[in-house]
């Protein structure tokens, strides 16, 4: 079992409970503890009350599959208000106003989520979140009475009856009545919702922590908290990113695991997908305060227990190959002066899979973003045509052109339409129908066909006319059945948000009103990729895999095991999970033999031919429509697996507006260059420190 040596873990450790100590000692108390109620503390000695501090547990580690930290914590002093000692205070307005000017003055940023613009004229912010709409809702709904509401109010209406309402004077200006009431307000919240105190600032720095030692204010208090650390660029898609819950998912999933309001939350990716071994457990202190705001004694009722880590399937070096090989090619081909910006590459997205155990070994979608400033950039993101949020590898669904042609092969061999040695003529057209005779791809180009083909023949040369008679003899039911026993058209398992996909029918067409049948045409053209099926990139890498292992069908992964918080014990790790294996599996080797001949022999050869590890893959060009000048911006697909002799590694590549599989091809070259050669440098991260 491998050992791992987490410095940062220890690190941390040390400074939380040095700090800790530090604060606790020190006169920084005096700022904040005040008595929060007489009868709970009749039994203290005269002069003394009791405040309670959250010990906020670490959260756990996430690794990749040799280790490499990608996201730990660091510990994070917060300022947080406590409404009912405030209330007692009849300078209530005043410590909120001086406090408030004090973050100001400081650059401190802190917490306020209602909203209506911060200066006069006052107006609702026009782009506040649901939370932030849901709340004003439910605020207004409480105060509707007392503020004698009937109907909608302006945001300056509702400022003014605020204003009053929280007994700001005449004396104060509306500026500022505006930043008072943006704080009553967050602590009103917290009361009507049973939220739990309002965190007023976080992670702040020791330099306001001991202006504020010289500025006491009573009702503020100090937690300890955490904060993420990104060790990596990569793999957002993969990661995701933490923060505060929305009311709803504390009430409907969170407050019932015994989670506090103020808790962060796995919101998207790994984060979210193992929030219940990540999160640990709050621990507890009790701080017995003299009347002068000495400490007298700390007792801890409660020992935070740290999340456990979790260990990814993916390789980070590996991640970054493909995240870079992606932008690279995409770049060049954006370089093009004839692309307007119409007409250039939009996304794209890369998977790769361990086709012996269904274990994701990297997965990139294009464009992505930096993790470190998602809580900042996040609505821009949002709005932002490109998508950079969207993960095009779960999530995106495109048409697989010629790389479909493998389920029609098996779909031919397994229901005896055809035998290996079964041919079709391609004289460039499809001529079983007078009215539509659909060409094949080389006679647009060249004015002749491919002449006879058999399955393995017409996989190399991807021969449309052959497919064409192929899938006219089957017939739809039987390629959707083929399609569905590869996955595809079904989400993978993965412990991510996944498309499904579309696996296109009569009953689908009706649905979605484009006619009341399934024509011929209809069936020839899916058999070719084209049409109506639409698959998530990850689903190819899983039907590529499926191919390259023989016909077993996992289900799929990004997990490699969760390890104890001192990374001493293994206490999950999941087993390859096969979820069928492929009827007709005994024809498979004319599909592999039939992708070997793409790669040294066909549409792939040109980066292939001579490389170093025999190579099994398959082009695809996927008609959009899309035109430049007299070119068509086709989207590129791309699939393969490698070595072709004893498969270990599946890959899928989709470029929007690409050009075609040949041209996108490099970028699976580029992660068989770093995957197979030993000499070949990881991009590794800072602090990549673990021992054997």
């Not at 912010?125 to 009937?150: A, H, P, S, V």
């Not at 470190?372 to 490109?386: E, F, G, Q, V």
């Amino acid at each position: 079992m491998q050992k791992f040596y987490k410095p940062t873990r220890v690190a941390v450790i040390f400074v939380m409970m040095s700090l800790l100590a530090a604060l606790y000692l020190s006169t920084l108390y005096k700022l904040q503890l005040y008595d929060t109620g007489a009868d709970e503390n009749a039994w203290l000695p005269r002069g003394t009350s009791e405040q309670p501090v959250t010990l906020t547990a670490d959260r756990g580690d996430i690794l990749d599959r040799n280790g490499v930290p990608l996201v730990s914590t660091r510990p994070v002093y917060n300022i947080t208000l406590s409404r009912e000692t405030l209330l007692e205070r009849e300078d209530f307005n005043d410590i909120l106003l001086r406090l408030i000017h004090m973050a100001i003055d400081n650059d401190v940023e802190y917490i306020d989520t209602f909203p209506v613009t911060i200066g006069a004229p006052f107006a609702y912010l026009y782009d506040m979140t649901d939370t932030q709409r849901g709340n004003l809702e439910f605020y207004l709904e409480k105060y509707k009475k007392t503020f004698g509401i009937d109907g909608e109010i302006s945001a300056s209406d509702l400022i003014i009856k605020m204003k009053e309402h929280y007994g700001l004077d005449y004396t104060t200006n509306i500026s500022d009545a505006r930043l008072v009431i943006g704080v009553r307000y967050e602590l009103e919240m917290r009361k009507i919702k049973s939220m739990n105190p309002y965190i007023f600032a976080n992670d702040v720095s020791m330099d306001f922590l001991t202006l504020i030692k010289t500025h006491p204010f009573p009702g503020v208090s100090i937690e300890t908290g955490a904060q993420r650390v990104y060790h990596t660029t990569y793999a957002a898609h993969l990661l995701g990113y933490t923060g505060k819950m929305s009311s709803t998912e504390y009430n409907d999933i969170y407050k019932p695991l015994g989670y506090s309001y103020n808790a962060i939350v796995g919101k998207d990716g790994a984060e979210k997908s193992f929030e219940s071994f990540l999160h640990g457990s709050d621990g507890a202190q009790t701080i017995t305060i003299s009347d002068d705001g000495t400490v007298m004694d700390v007792k801890t009722t409660k020992e935070p227990i740290p999340g456990e880590n979790v260990l990814l399937s993916i390789d980070i070096g590996l991640q970054a190959v493909c995240e870079e090989a992606l932008a690279a090619k995409i770049n060049v081909i954006n370089a093009d002066p004839e692309r307007t910006e119409e007409d250039k590459v939009t996304g794209g997205a890369v998977v790769v899979l361990d086709v012996r155990t269904g274990e994701v070994l990297a997965s990139a979608s294009y464009p992505t973003y930096d993790l470190s400033n998602i809580s900042k950039n996040y609505t821009d993101l949002l709005n932002n045509d490109s998508l950079p949020l969207l993960n095009r590898a779960t999530q995106g669904i495109y048409l697989p052109g010629s790389t479909f042609k493998m389920v029609t092969a098996l779909t031919g061999l397994r229901t005896e339409k055809i035998i290996p040695t079964t041919e079709y003529y391609d004289g460039g057209k499809f001529t079983k129908y007078e009215d539509n005779q659909p060409k094949c791809w080389i006679y647009e180009q060249t004015g002749v066909g491919h002449g006879y083909e058999n399955v393995v023949t017409a996989l190399r040369d991807s021969c449309n006319v052959f497919f064409y008679w192929l899938g006219d003899e089957v017939g739809n039911t039987a390629l959707i059945k083929t399609a569905g026993d590869f996955g595809l058209g079904s989400r993978t398992g993965i412990e991510l948000p996944e498309a499904a996909g579309i696996l296109a029918d009569r009953n689908w067409k009706v649905d979605k009103g484009i006619d009341t049948g399934w024509w011929n045409a209809d069936t020839y053209q899916a058999a070719i990729g084209q049409g109506y099926n639409q698959f998530t990139p990850i689903q190819m890498a899983n039907y590529v895999a499926t191919i390259a292992n023989g016909g077993t069908h996992y289900s799929l992964t990004m997990l490699s095991n969760i390890r104890s918080a001192d990374y001493t014990s293994v206490i999950y790790q999941p087993q390859p999970k096969v979820l069928n294996i492929v009827s007709g599996s005994e024809w498979i080797p004319y599909l592999q033999e039939g992708m070997k001949l793409v790669a040294t022999d066909g549409t792939a050869k040109g980066v292939f031919k001579d490389y170093p590890i025999p190579v099994a893959a398959k082009t695809g060009t996927v008609q959009t429509g899309i035109t430049m000048g007299n070119a068509s911006l086709n989207n590129g697909v791309f699939v393969c697996y490698a070595p072709a002799d004893d498969p270990q590694i599946a890959i899928s590549l989709v470029v929007e507006k690409g050009t075609s599989g040949s041209t996108i091809m490099e970028i699976a070259r580029d992660i068989m260059d770093y995957y197979f050669h030993e000499d070949a440098k990881p991009i590794l991260m800072e602090d990549n420190a673990i021992l054997p």
